[in-house]
Each structure stands twice: as C-alpha cells, then as structure tokens.
C-alpha cells in the first residue's frame, strides 16, 4: 500500500476521503477488522459522509500501514492499544513510545538468537535520548 497516491483532503471537508472499501482493497483488512480497530482505539475515529459512511483520509492510511507492521511483528492488540494511546498524547511521549517499540524488538530478536542472549554476547538497552544504539558483538 502506497500512501504517496492517496489524494490529502483538508479537514474543512467533512466526508471527503476514501470509502471502506477501497481502504479494504488498499490495505488487505476487511471491513470487520476496519470497524474493530476503531472501535478499539486503534485508530482515531474515521470522518463520515454526510451519509454516514466512514471516508478515510491520507494520514489514516499512513498510520493503518504502520499498525500493519507492527501486527506483522506480532505485536499483541493490546500493546498497539498502548502505542496508539502514547501517540495521542503527542510529543511528550516519545520517550515511552520508542521504549515501547524498543522493548517490543526485543521480545522479537530474542527467540532469534537463543545461542546469544545467555552467554551475554548480546547487550541490550532501551534508548536513551536521540541516539539508539545495540552494542552487538562486543
């Protein structure tokens, strides 16, 4: 899914954006999964037509994809909620969103490299300001 084609609408348009389905076309989600994570908080509640129907603008699209790579990490719904919430409160929980993803990475990379975790080959820290670093090998 490519956001750079999907038309940015201005938020004095109530209604404009993409229909449901073509977000289930671009996306790969079905309706049900749509509804669901915003019904969960996953997503900001979607604009409406002046029918009703949820029209999804560029930025939902955006971070749709980004909720897609994380659940293809297998991060539980649960830690998205999390994430989702930490993302409301804007930039003052940066801190805790990387902390978040960076303790995620670490539930991924473990299993993947059982032989190197208990001989201590491998230290991990969480990140500490603007720079993250892993100190791999040393």
């Keep these: ?7 940015t609408y201005p938020p004095w348009r109530p209604g404009a954006g993409l229909p449901i389905a073509e977000v ?4 790969g989600l079905s309706r049900d999964t749509l509804r669901y994570y915003e019904k969960a908080g996953l ?22 994809e980004f909720l897609l790579r994380l659940r293809a990490t297998g991060m539980s719904i649960a830690d998205m909620q999390r994430f989702a919430e930490l993302r409301r409160g804007g930039d003052r929980t940066i ?24 001989q201590g080959r491998v230290k991990l820290a969480p990140p500490d300001g603007p ?8």
């Design 1 to 7: 899914m490519a956001t750079e084609d999907v038309p």
């Design 24 to 27: 289930v076309e671009r996306t």
């Design 43 to 64: 997503i900001d509640a979607v604009d409406r037509s002046s029918g009703g129907q949820r029209r999804y603008a560029s930025g939902d699209l955006a971070w749709l």
């Design 95 to 118: 801190a805790d969103r990387l902390t978040l993803l960076w303790e995620h990475r670490i539930g991924v990379e473990w299993p993947c490299q059982p032989n190197l975790a208990p």
């Design 131 to 138: 720079r993250h670093r892993t100190t791999r090998g040393r």
